[in-house]
């Protein structure tokens, strides 16, 4: 069974940073492309950041170019999201999922205020 | 960017009927390989999106074929047959033919 587990959410203040964590598990993660998307609270959905297998290639939306780096380690079945200059739109549940959203985690709350 | 249009924006049907939902692109969604990446997903209350169909057609593991999907180049539509009570929520199409990646709007579906 295929298991994605965030973790690493919370409360933070703007302009401040926080890393996301997603533990995969269930199938073989060096195999597949990642990614995040998140939702803020009552909104649709929204593609933050999507990372090849072996992690060379890396794509963003302009929202977050530049603040978020999406990452993984193969050999630990990672994925993370590192968020730098916080802002209050940012505010969202944040999901990992896999290649062409084919399995989603429970997601994980982040929220950006003073 | 490609933009999903997703209509109606909000459903309400009573069990045992049936409903489409239409997804348009502002691009043709055709990949270099030949594939279109259309997918469906459901958002059921408080959980997280699971996707129902991928590649404009195809069933996702464990979707009962009550569901079915449609389409070419720019124009997709989402069809439940004999809908249940476990089938509201909100429906999204969603595009992975081309960065940036996108998702419409949503189309919310209540029961009657």
């Known amino acids: 069974e295929v298991q994605l587990v965030e973790s690493g959410g919370g409360l933070v203040q703007p302009g401040r940073s926080l890393k996301l964590s997603c533990a995969a598990s269930?199938?073989?993660?060096?195999?597949?492309?990642m990614a995040w998307v998140r939702q803020a609270p009552k909104k649709g959905l929204e593609w933050v950041a999507t990372?090849?297998?072996?992690?060379?290639?890396?794509y963003y939306p302009d929202s977050v170019k530049g603040r978020f780096t999406i990452s993984r380690d193969n050999a630990k079945s990672s994925l993370y999201l590192q968020m730098n200059s916080l802002k209050s739109e940012d505010t969202a549940t944040y999901y990992c999922?896999?290649?062409?959203?084919?399995?989603w985690g429970q997601g994980v709350m982040v929220t950006v205020s003073s | 960017d490609v933009v999903m249009t997703q209509t109606p924006p909000s459903l309400s049907v009573a069990i045992g009927q049936s409903v489409s939902i239409s997804c348009k692109s502002s691009q043709s969604l055709v990949y270099s390989d030949g594939k279109t990446y259309l997918h469906w997903l459901l958002q059921s209350p408080g959980r997280s999106p699971k996707r129902l169909i991928y590649q404009v057609s195809n069933l996702g593991s464990g979707v009962p074929d009550r569901f079915s999907g449609t389409g070419s180049q720019k124009d997709f539509t989402l069809k439940i047959s004999r809908v249940e009570a476990e089938d509201l929520g909100v429906y999204y199409c969603?595009?992975?033919?081309?960065?940036?990646?996108?998702f419409g709007s949503g189309t919310k579906l209540e029961i009657k």
């Open positions: 969603a595009q992975t033919t081309h960065f940036p990646l996108t």
């Open positions: 999922a896999r290649r062409n959203w084919e399995d």
């Open positions: 990372i090849s297998t072996s992690g060379s290639r890396t």
């Open positions: 269930g199938f073989t993660f060096s195999n597949y492309y």
